[in-house]
Nanobody
Framework: QVQLVESGGGLVQAGGALRLSCAAS????????MGWFRQAPGKEREFVAG????????KYVDSVKGRFTISRDNAENTVYLQMNSLKPEDTAVYYC?????????????????WGQGTQVTVSS
């Protein structure tokens, strides 16, 4: 069982930056693929970024490439999402997720554990 707690969301102006954190409980953090998803009102949950168990491999949705960076610290059981050059269309609730696998999945149904989400609002 893995429990995930996100933090770092907030209100920021377009062009600004935020860093999301996701702290995981348990001793098996390093055996999980980690991902960030987001969900805007009236829209489906969308894959944003994923990172391999070692942190050596990452994957991003095209709309955030070059602006967002996912990273992890296995010693601290934490995964991060650095978000730069934020746009109003990045406004959403951001969720951290964990998957017991060796492959980064981009579909929400393949993730086993979820955090409660943190709101990110980007004003124009």
């Amino acid at each position: 069982q893995v429990q995930l707690v996100e933090s770092g969301g907030g209100l920021v102006q377009a062009g600004g930056a935020l860093r999301l954190s996701c702290a995981a409980s348990g001793r098996t953090f390093s055996t999980h693929i980690m991902g960030w998803f987001r969900q805007a009102p009236g829209k489906e949950r969308e894959f944003v970024a994923g990172i391999s168990r070692s942190g050596g491999s990452t994957k991003y949705v095209d709309s955030v490439k070059g602006r967002f960076t996912i990273s992890r610290d296995n010693a601290e059981n934490t995964v991060y999402l650095q978000m730069n050059s934020l746009k109003p269309e990045d406004t959403a609730v951001y969720y951290c997720a964990a998957r017991t696998s060796m492959v980064i999945a981009i579909t929400a149904q393949w993730y086993d554990y979820w955090g409660q989400g943190t709101q990110v609002t980007v004003s124009s």
